[in-house]
């Protein structure tokens, strides 16, 4: 009930495209949800966070939509840049007192110029 | 822009050595953590700790290991007895209250 799953593993797009990635969980006390990018060598650095009470949430080039109802959060990356290539994690918080991220499993992607 | 700072950035142990990874988190932040990531797989949560307690730990946060803030500073995960299976990277982070966590560019623990 704690894991988050994450899809797909991989993905490629072309340069300008929209690059799509999805996440879905069970519990239902999770009430933070972050996306992390991470580039080889580094640590995971936050990218956008939403909470359940929004259904979407833009900054920039990057937007996460949140179905509360499907348990299910998505990364939008629109015009997709060479330097968007990364692991990117999405993550949950559970609300009731816990403190620790559950994170999935991650998703390598690349952009192809 | 502070940063949190790990060290070292690699380190080499032989199996049942103990080993101690050190952070410098950020330096008005008040919550420190731990987390590590086997290569290739996910990042997984492993303690964190404020007020000079741990709040939360992980089941992978075992006897074997244990957390200190041995200053106003540094904020160090000693694994006691390492094994073959505790190779992985090790982050540290850190936060305010009630903002986003940010993390280390991590130590690479290899245990041959």
């Known amino acids: 009930q704690q894991q988050v799953k994450q899809s797909p593993q991989s993905l490629i797009v072309q340069k300008g495209g929209i690059s799509i990635i999805n996440c879905a969980y069970e519990n239902t006390a999770f009430d933070y949800f972050p996306w992390y990018q991470q580039f080889p060598g580094k640590g995971p650095a936050l990218l956008i966070a939403?909470?359940?009470?929004?259904s979407e949430k833009k900054e920039g080039r990057f937007t996460i939509s949140f179905n509360k109802s499907a348990k299910q959060f998505s990364l939008h990356i629109m015009d997709s840049q060479p330097g968007d290539s990364a692991t990117y994690f999405c993550?949950?918080?559970?609300?009731?007192?816990?403190?620790?991220?559950?994170f999935g499993k991650g998703t390598h992607l690349i952009i192809q110029p | 822009e502070p940063e949190v700072t790990q060290t070292p950035s690699h380190q080499v142990t032989q199996m049942g050595q103990e080993v101690i990874l050190r952070c410098v988190p950020i330096?008005?932040?008040?919550?420190f953590y731990w987390y590590r990531q086997i290569l290739g797989q996910k990042v997984e949560f492993l303690v964190s700790f404020y007020n000079n307690e741990i709040s939360e730990k992980s089941e992978i946060f075992d006897d074997q290991f244990s957390v200190e803030r041995p200053d106003g500073s540094n904020f160090t995960l000693k694994i006691r007895s390492t094994k073959l299976e505790d190779s992985a990277m090790y982050f540290c982070?850190?936060?305010?209250?009630?903002?986003?966590?940010?993390f280390g560019n991590g130590t690479r623990l290899t245990v041959t």
């Open positions: 330096s008005n932040h008040l919550y």
């Open positions: 939403i909470r359940p009470d929004v």
């Open positions: 993550a949950a918080r559970n609300g009731g007192g816990a403190d620790g991220l559950t």
């Open positions: 982070a850190s936060r305010r209250q009630n903002s986003p966590l940010h």
